[in-house]
């Protein structure tokens, strides 16, 4: 499976994506094409996708982790590896209050 992400993608990318992907909002893509396919998606977004389209593409993988996170550009939030996974950092805001059930009120 792919899942890509995009902020922007330039037109021609766009409509060369729907030839494989179902798109259920904009620039969100995903499909389940084979892996040799998938690899060549890349590289074609790679070499098709300026740094500012904001690409963060995620593929399945039959090995541990199970997935892998590819950015093309810098992402807007940062990533590690921590244990050989690929994490996003999400930060929360400090002045939130939690409930006794541990979730945050808005």
């Known amino acids: 499976?792919?899942?890509?992400?995009?902020?922007?993608?330039?037109?021609?990318?766009?409509?060369?994506?729907k030839l494989w992907f179902i798109e259920p909002r904009p620039n969100v893509f995903v499909s389940g094409i084979k892996d040799s396919v998938a690899r060549a998606v890349v590289d074609y977004l790679h070499s098709h996708c300026p740094p500012e389209s904001g690409v963060i593409i995620f593929r399945s993988l039959n090995r541990p982790p199970g997935y892998d996170i590819i950015c093309i550009g810098p992402p807007r939030k940062p990533?590690?590896?921590l244990g050989g996974l690929q994490?996003?950092?999400?930060?929360?805001?400090?002045d939130q209050t939690t409930t006794s059930g541990g979730f945050h009120k808005s």
């Open 79 to 81: 990533m590690v590896r």
């Open 1 to 17: 499976m792919l899942v890509v992400l995009a902020n922007d993608l330039p037109p021609a990318v766009r409509g060369r994506m």
């Open 87 to 94: 994490l996003i950092v999400e930060t929360l805001q400090s």
